[in-house]
């Protein structure tokens, strides 16, 4: 009796401390009105629709760290990110949408915010809407593009994004290549890290170490996310009232949000949240039909699949799960995927159908092998060899994970085909799978998928 009494005080206590605390942190919001006005909007669905947009507000950060994270420049306040967060009805999923910075869009009319001229509905990329008519008329650009509507509103900078990553201990990513952004400063080898929260903001912004520019830098974005709610759930900061009021106190002291996101809002999503873990995430970006297409006055734009994103915003619409739930396996990720490696497999020891059964069990894993195995020039090989043209390293670093204890030899000239050269040694194949592996025709991934092990 004596200790659930004690517990029910402790717990009593902590719920008033945390009302009491996100009470105080309330009225410091700054508050913005994207519904005002709006009519013929969609009908609400199941959960709670959040509409997460990042800007590039800088004001705050000081002039070392702007030089030492490359934020010079006078800052736009236009939209870098923008996010659709549904939170299921019973609060046991977050489904996390991407919408491309240069999707295709046509404003609805509306009142220039800076020149105050009317206008008509007109083509535009989806972040110019933000620049013609703030929050409002981003609001009403995706509601009418996706059918979905928005129930809050909120509006995150460079600097509570920093003071969140600090304020929570850093947040660990894993990358299996390099990360070099001449842009941003970001310069990452490859492995574990725990980024703070300049080093973090670069993570996010970088557009430039890969091809892929903007989906490339979003798919990070995604993988972030998930790594800071594994950080924010594992680290029992949802449990401490404390560290709860600093976490918030850090996210909304530069944030703007609507006015109905307030302290009973906030609570409950923390309270949802405690039972959150990673795979109770999931990220994917809109669908896209035809990438650069040409508008006439705007440039190019990313044109969203209509059947796919329709699709995709009805699930959302309807609170039913992006991705089918899958047990994780065991497989080790690598950065190229089996399906894209071409493979001829040799026998290196005298022991009868040694090669088919490496170049089957290769194949059962997803390996493109030639399904034609032959016998090696030397036939005493000990340990297994994985030779390779020096131009596909990435590829030859993800066969040899496959292969436990065999040994990398690159071999000029070899071309694209990698060789295994199986030694006596070889005991199986080990599964791998991509790093990123999307899933279904939204490209799904969820947390647990993309975190690190």
């Known amino acids: 009796m004596r200790v659930v009494t004690t517990l029910s005080v402790v717990v009593l206590a902590s719920a008033g ?13 700054t508050r913005v009105d994207p519904f005002k006005d709006m009519k013929n909007r969609p009908r609400a669905g199941h959960g709670m629709n959040v509409l997460l947009v990042g800007t590039d507000g800088r004001e705050k950060i000081s002039k070392e760290d702007r030089r030492r994270y490359r934020l010079g420049g006078t800052p ?11 939170i299921s009805a019973d609060r046991e999923r977050a489904s996390v949408v991407s ?31 933000y620049a013609e008519g703030g929050p409002q008329l981003t609001v009403r650009t995706v509601e009418s593009m996706t059918k979905v509507k928005i129930d809050h509103y909120l509006e995150v900078d460079f600097t509570s994004f920093m003071r969140t990553v600090d304020v929570v201990g850093g947040v660990r990513i894993c990358t299996p290549d390099p990360l070099k952004d001449s842009y941003t400063g970001l310069n990452l080898p490859a492995g574990r890290h725990t980024l703070a929260g300049g080093q973090a903001l670069q993570y996010v912004r970088a ?24 950080r924010i759930t594992s680290s029992g900061i949802l449990l401490n009232p404390m560290k709860f009021r600093d976490v918030t106190r850090a996210v909304l002291g530069s944030v703007r949000a609507d006015k109905g996101f307030g302290t009973d809002q906030m609570l409950d999503l923390g309270r949802a949240m405690r039972n959150f873990s990673p795979s109770s995430s999931e990220f994917t970006t809109v669908p896209i039909g035809r990438m650069g297409f040409a508008v006439k006055g705007v440039g190019s734009t990313l044109k969203w699949d209509p059947v796919k994103a329709e699709r995709l915003f009805r699930a959302l619409r309807e609170d039913h799960p992006l991705s089918v739930h899958r047990a994780r396996d065991a497989a080790r990720i690598v950065s190229v995927a089996p399906q894209q490696i071409r493979v001829q497999v040799e026998n290196g020891t005298r022991t009868p159908g040694l090669g088919r059964r490496v170049d089957a069990a290769l194949a059962s894993t997803g390996f493109r092998t030639t399904r034609a195995p032959v016998n090696a020039a030397v036939r005493d090989v000990r340990r297994t060899i994985v030779a390779h043209d020096p131009r596909w390293d990435r590829s030859a670093k993800s066969l040899a994970m496959a292969l436990p204890g065999s040994e990398l030899r690159p071999v000029k000239g070899l071309g694209p ?18 790093e990123d592996p999307g899933q279904g025709e939204f490209g799904v991934v969820r947390g647990d998928e993309v975190a690190c092990r």
């Open 76 to 86: 736009c306040h236009c939209t870098d990110t923008i996010m659709i967060v549904h």
């Open 207 to 230: 557009r430039h170490v890969d091809g892929a520019s903007d989906l490339g830098r979003m798919k990070r974005q995604q993988h972030f996310m998930a790594a800071l709610v594994e």
């Open 99 to 129: 919408l491309p910075r240069d999707s295709y869009a046509v404003t609805p009319a509306h009142v220039d915010r800076t020149t105050g001229k009317r206008h008509r509905g007109h083509p535009v990329k989806l972040n110019a809407a």
């Open 417 to 434: 085909t990698l060789k295994v050269i199986a030694g006596t040694d070889f005991e199986r194949v080990r599964k791998v799978r991509a």
């Open 17 to 29: 401390i945390g009302h009491a605390v996100m009470t105080s942190l309330d009225a410091d919001i």
